[in-house]
C-alpha cells in the first residue's frame, strides 16, 4: 500500500495563498485532492492523471494541482482563500475510476489516503 504524507497546511488571512504537498512512497499517476469541512462530507478538489487535470468548480482558477517529474511529489497551490476553503486537506490516490473527471464525486472510491493537513482561512 503505497503511503502519502500530506504537509503544508496552516491558518491564513482570506485573500491570502498556501502550497500543499503530498510526499508518496512510490511514483503515483493517478493522484489528487479532496478536502473535508467539519459537519460536512469529503468533496473532491483537484485530481491529475497523465496530462490531464481536474477541479472542483469551488476552486476553479484559483488552485492549481502539479506533480514533481518524478511523479512522488503532489502539491496543490491555492490562491485567493476562503473561509469557505478551511477544511482538512487530503491527499488520494488511485482507486476505482481514478483518470476520470467523476473520480472526484466518488471519495469512497479513492485508493489510498493521507492523513492530511489543516487550512484554516479567516475573514
Known amino acids: 500500500q503505497v503511503q502519502l504524507v500530506e504537509s503544508g497546511g496552516s491558518s491564513v488571512q482570506a485573500g491570502g495563498s498556501l502550497r500543499l504537498s503530498c510526499a508518496a512512497s512510490?511514483?503515483?499517476?493517478?493522484v489528487g485532492w479532496f478536502r473535508q469541512a467539519p459537519g460536512k462530507e469529503r468533496e473532491g478538489v483537484a485530481h491529475?492523471?497523465?496530462?490531464?487535470?481536474y477541479y472542483a468548480d469551488s476552486v476553479k482558477g484559483r488552485f492549481t494541482i502539479s506533480q514533481t517529474n518524478a511523479k512522488k511529489t503532489l502539491y496543490l497551490e491555492m490562491n485567493s482563500l476562503k473561509p469557505e476553503d478551511t477544511a482538512m486537506y487530503y491527499c488520494?490516490?488511485?482507486?476505482?475510476?481514478?483518470?476520470?473527471?467523476?473520480?472526484?464525486?466518488?471519495?469512497?472510491?479513492?485508493?489510498?489516503w493521507g492523513q492530511g493537513t489543516q487550512v484554516t482561512v479567516s475573514s
Open positions: 488520494a490516490a488511485g482507486g476505482v475510476g481514478c483518470g476520470r473527471e467523476s473520480w472526484l464525486m466518488y471519495p469512497a472510491n479513492v485508493g489510498a
Open positions: 512510490a511514483s503515483l499517476y493517478c
Open positions: 491529475t492523471y497523465l496530462s490531464r487535470t
